[in-house]
């Protein structure tokens, strides 16, 4: 699989739209941090200093090294890459936006299928991302600890026997670990009881954020849960307990739908329809309002006033539609009024071949 075809397709792993109460939960990631021994963390390190954790990753990841990965991997020089390109890895979750604003001396390692990204280089020397659909939380910390397990038998980790794992951030330090599932909560925004839950949630050691992470936006109902507690816990418990409370907030979303439903459904009808019809015949179409229509006609597959399109479609033109996306497809750069234009005309041409009833 070449790097072309993981920026030039907009489907990865996660969007499936498979797994567990995947009428809920989106996708779930799992996150490790860790930094190699005898280097200063990546905000310290001179040019030198990064091209040697840059090797000693590309070696411990190679078969050369024996790695045995349970995915197929790729391993993707940032500087290498175009400004797009590199937007598109952020689009599809694969990095973080930090990683990509200063390219050089950075790399990532994909797996083939996009279940797994290992960005190298960012705030911390290794950060290893597992991503599945759906509420598989357990299941990607499974598969990250492997890949864990693969990296630390070539790579000496910085470890302290009292405090854990050390990284660049104090608030990762112990474990290392942050677990994280995408949800989308329409009905729970719409009664305006979502202030109250994130209030909740955050007793709980827990924090909700937007789209892509800390500090963005919760673009169509999409919101992010995650820990916020990595020292004092076990991995199980950190993820024992975020899985506890996506379970909760599922039911309550769940239950809310089926409320709003009895009593204002005449409206949902007029909101989903409207998305779709705005989203079939429009010739010029904001990102946010992209996003909002998107997750409009997902809201009606969830209530079942729509029966099509499958969820997988759904996520798929999330990504589609995102900036950087639009661009590669154009192969020149656009400006405003040209990206609304060919995100409409790409809603346009997927919708009409989807058989919506």
């Known amino acids: 699989m070449s790097v072309e075809n993981t920026i030039g397709k907009a489907r990865s792993k996660w969007m499936e739209g498979t797994g567990p109460d995947n009428d809920v939960v989106i996708s779930s990631r799992l996150r490790l941090a860790r930094n190699i021994e005898g280097y200063p963390f990546p905000h310290f390190m001179s040019e030198e200093e990064a091209n040697h954790v840059i090797n000693a990753v590309r070696l411990a990841v190679s078969e050369k090294a024996g790695a045995k990965f349970p995915v197929e991997t790729e391993f993707i020089d940032l500087n ?17 936006p930090q990683h990509i604003e200063s390219p050089a001396n950075r790399a990532v390692v994909i797996a083939h299928d996009e279940s797994l990204s290992i960005m190298v280089n960012e705030e911390d020397h290794i950060r290893i991302q597992c991503f599945l659909p759906g509420l598989q939380i357990k299941e990607a910390w499974r598969l990250a600890d492997k890949i864990d397990d693969v990296l630390e038998k070539t790579l000496n980790y910085s470890f302290c026997e009292k405090r854990g794992y050390l990284t660049s951030c104090p608030t990762n330090v112990g474990t290392g670990l942050r677990a994280s599932v995408m949800l989308h909560l329409p009905c729970l925004v719409m009664t305006k009881q979502l202030g109250a839950m994130v209030n909740t949630i955050s007793q709980l050691g827990l924090a909700v954020r937007g789209y892509y992470g800390e500090g963005t936006e919760a673009y169509g109902d999409l919101f992010q849960v995650s820990n ?37 459904k005449p409206f949902l009808e007029d909101r989903i329809y409207r998305a779709f019809g705005v989203m079939s015949y429009a010739r010029v179409m904001t990102a946010q309002e992209a996003i909002k229509n998107v997750s409009d006609l ?19 033109l999330i990504i589609l539609t995102r900036p950087a996306f639009l661009i590669k497809k154009a192969g020149r750069p656009l400006n405003a009024g040209e990206l609304d234009a060919l995100r409409a005309e790409i809603i346009r041409e997927k919708l009409s071949k989807i058989n919506i009833n």
Do not use: F
């Not at 024992?240 to 979303?253: D, G, H, P, W, Y």
């Not at 597959?301 to 798929?316: F, H, S």
């Open 80 to 96: 290498e890459l175009s400004q797009t390109e590199r937007q598109i890895l952020v689009e599809k979750h694969l990095v973080s």
């Open 298 to 316: 997902r809201l009606g597959v969830e209530l079942g006033i729509l029966k099509t399109p499958a969820y997988d479609q759904i996520n798929e």
């Open 228 to 264: 916020q507690v990595t020292m004092g816990q076990t991995e199980d418990e950190i993820v024992t307990n975020l899985l506890t409370v996506t379970r909760q907030i599922v039911s309550q979303e769940r239950s809310t739908r089926k409320v709003v439903l009895k009593n204002n």
